[in-house]
């Protein structure tokens, strides 16, 4: 049954492609008649413009799709782009912010600065001020004191000019009897500035004159109590006699011990004393013969207590 069945089927299926193929092949001659009888036509515009119309249809489509493509584009990417313009603009808006501050604080700064300048300079000027008032009030104040004073000065150089004058007079007083004792005491102690005995003394005295024979023995204890230096080693209780030799024109040619004090230096010092009067022209006053009988040779006896410094 089933081979059947087959069979019929494709019987069924023969005759209607058979009328389908003769359709066809029909139409494709109609078709191919119908070319080679048309006639030859000349290009026919409205076919261009058509063409261009479409052409023009198409751009505007085209740049259509492109606006709206960038609007989507443009849509989708300009929040971003927007947030990168707020930061930059905020970042922009903080430098300036941070630039005016900036110069502000060196504005304020710079003001100070002046101000404490000035200050400064107003202080300095005020204690200059002050320091040349202070001057010339002390100078002022001691002017005054000073023309007060000058009266009192004066009076007081006037007393000190005369008590200076007084102890002037006084001192030279005093050195003069200071003087007249020290001669004094030296005389008192060449006063034994004797020949031998008191005898000789007497007869020289009386052969030329008191008063000459004085004076020249005054004369001679005076030049030798001068040349006379105290050394160390004097003590109270000590003597020393000593012999003068001279010439009669008064020049000393030999001093030497005679009687020693038992110290050495005390017994020089005298000896020296004696050379270093050297001469006495006061002795040419006398006769050769009173000369040779009292000073050719005298003999001068020196003692320490009767003697200063």
Known sequence: MHPLRDRSSSDSYFWPVVWAAGLHLLIFSMLFVSFQFTPELPPARPIIQTTLYQLKSQSQATTQTSQKIAGEVKKTSAPSNQVEQLETKKVEQQKQAA???????????????????????????????????DIAKKKSEAEKKKAEAEPKKKAAAEAAKKKATAEAAKK??????????????????????????????????????????????????????????????????????????????????????????????????????????????????????????????????????????
Do not use: C
């Open 172 to 309: 030279k007083t005093a050195q003069e009897a200071s003087r007249k004792a020290l001669e004094d005491k030296k005389a008192q102690a060449l006063a034994e500035l004797l020949s031998e005995n008191t005898q000789h003394q007497q007869a020289m005295a009386d052969t030329v004159g008191s008063q000459v024979a004085g004076n020249l023995d005054d004369l001679l204890i005076k030049l030798v109590s001068e040349q006379w230096q105290r050394p160390p080693s004097a003590r109270n209780g000590m003597s020393v006699e000593v012999l003068i030799e001279m010439l009669p024109d008064g020049t000393i040619i030999n001093a030497s011990v005679t009687r020693s004090s038992g110290d050495r230096p005390f017994d020089n010092s005298a000896v020296a004393a004696v050379r270093n009067v050297g001469r006495i022209q006061e002795m040419q006053q006398l006769d050769r013969a009173t000369f040779d009988a009292m000073y050719r040779q005298r003999r001068v006896i020196f003692k320490p207590e009767d003697l200063t410094l």
């Open 99 to 133: 630039a005016a501050k900036a110069a502000e604080q060196k504005k304020v700064t710079e003001q100070k600065k002046v101000a404490e300048q000035k200050k400064a300079a107003e202080q300095k000027k005020a204690v200059e001020q002050k320091k040349q008032a």
